[in-house]
Each structure stands twice: as C-alpha cells, then as structure tokens.
C-alpha cells in the first residue's frame, strides 16, 4: 500500500490542479481501498463523492438536469428580486403619497406671508429682477442677429435664382398641358 507521506505529497499536487490522470487514479484507488490512514479519513468522503460524480457524469441526462437545475434557480432568484423589488416601490410610493398629502394640508392651513414688509422694497426688488432676466435675454437674443445676416444672405441668392425657378415651372406646365391635350389622343389614333 501507498505510504502516508506520498498520499499527502499526491493530496497537495491534485490541490495545486498539478496532478497526472494517473496519479489521481492512484488517489482515488487509495481512498476506496478501505485502508485509509487515520489522518487522511477525512478526505475519503470527498473521493467518494468525485468517483460518483465520475460515474454520473457518462449519463447523457446530466447536462439537461444541471441546465434544468440552472435555471429553476435563476428564476426563483428573479422572481424573489421581483416581489422585493414591488413590494419596497409600494411602500416608498405610500410615503411620498402620504407626506405630500401631509404637507398640501399644512400648506392649505397658514396664510401667505409676503416677503417684504415695505412695497417700495419689493417694488425696487421686482425691478431688480426683472433688470437681471432682461439682460439675459438680450445676451441670448443677441446671438440670433447671426441668423438675420443668413437671411440677408439668402436673399440675394434668391432673387438670382428666381427667373430660373420660373422657367423650370413653365416647362413642367407645358409639359403636363401636352400630355393631357385632346391633340395628341387624335394624333395617336
């Protein structure tokens, strides 16, 4: 029989993934034998469990049963993040519900207060703020006199294609007269 030491020494390279066919044979062969040193029992189980996986693993069903088994669990899984993911949307859209009702009414119960106490001080503040979104506008509006000049533009270019746009028309309408004229039923009969 295999001597302790190289059991171990053969454990730790099949561990490390470093192990020949053979030599996990011979792992598996020592471990079924039932002379098993008592140090090394408790990896018997874990070789027994490998051989019958070993065994399994010619039935054709196994990759539809793992498949099968794959999935079950990723829908259970979606399914569970689902009904979480409902139910804690309900609640938070309870509390927004609740607390907007909640603050409308407290809303609705105290007057409105003004601002300022003296007229004038609103009056030169109003003003204020209007002076300010005026002048932003005009910066705005400013850039659109760009626009004006392509218009200018423009129509120099159409005046100069006018007289071509005309003559093109009046070819179209010569056109569809001519195909439509009772002349050239009679000349076709």
Do not use: C
């Amino acid at each position: 029989m295999m001597e302790t030491q190289e059991i171990l020494r053969l454990l730790q390279r099949y561990f490390d993934g470093e192990t020949t066919e053979a030599e996990e044979q011979q792992l598996n062969a020592y471990f079924q034998s039932g002379e098993v040193a008592d140090e090394l029992a408790e990896y018997t189980e874990f070789f027994g469990g490998i051989a019958e996986l070993a065994e399994k693993a010619d039935d054709p069903t196994i990759e539809d049963d793992v498949m099968d088994y794959i999935l079950e669990n990723e829908h259970r899984d979606k399914t569970k993040y689902r009904t979480m993911w409902k139910a804690v949307t309900g609640i938070a859209a309870s509390v927004i519900i609740v607390l907007g009702g909640f603050l409308f009414f407290q809303e609705q119960q105290k007057p409105f207060d003004d601002t300022f106490s003296d007229p004038e001080e609103a009056y030169a503040y109003a003003a204020k703020t209007l002076q300010f979104v005026g002048s932003k506008y005009n910066q705005g509006v400013a850039h659109l006199s760009e626009f004006e000049k392509l218009r200018k533009g423009s129509e120099s270019v159409k005046k100069a294609t006018d007289p071509i746009v005309e003559f093109y028309e009046g070819i179209e309408k010569i056109e569809t007269t001519e195909a439509s004229s009772p002349l050239q039923d009679i000349d076709s009969l």
